[in-house]
């Protein structure tokens, strides 16, 4: 795993593209969202977990009840990937 990802907070993050044993996706009955870049039915809707980021293009820290954890990079099986996730005073998401 990339040392950038190792954080309990980018844990929670990649909860909401589908990364188990998190708050994310069992605390509040989660479904796993990752988002698609391309279009093409080609492309994989498979959950994706930080073991699987080969490269991160850019990442926004977010902050509790502020501003949401935004990454965009690529995977080891090639697909782009964009994240965005938050946590409030009720959790993720």
Not at 57 to 74: K, L, N, Y
Not at 75 to 85: H, K, P, S, T, V
């Amino acid at each position: 795993m990339l040392e950038a990802l190792e954080s309990y907070d980018w844990a929670e993050a990649f909860g909401y593209a589908g990364e188990a044993d998190t708050c994310a996706t069992s605390c509040q009955g989660h479904v796993p969202n990752p988002n698609r870049i391309l279009t093409s039915p080609n492309v994989s809707k498979k959950p994706f977990t930080r073991e699987d980021v080969r490269e991160i293009f850019w990442s926004i820290e977010g902050e509790h009840d502020e501003r949401e954890w935004e990454m965009f990079g690529q995977l080891n099986d090639g697909r782009l990937f964009y994240l965005a996730a938050g946590c409030d005073y009720t959790g993720w998401d």
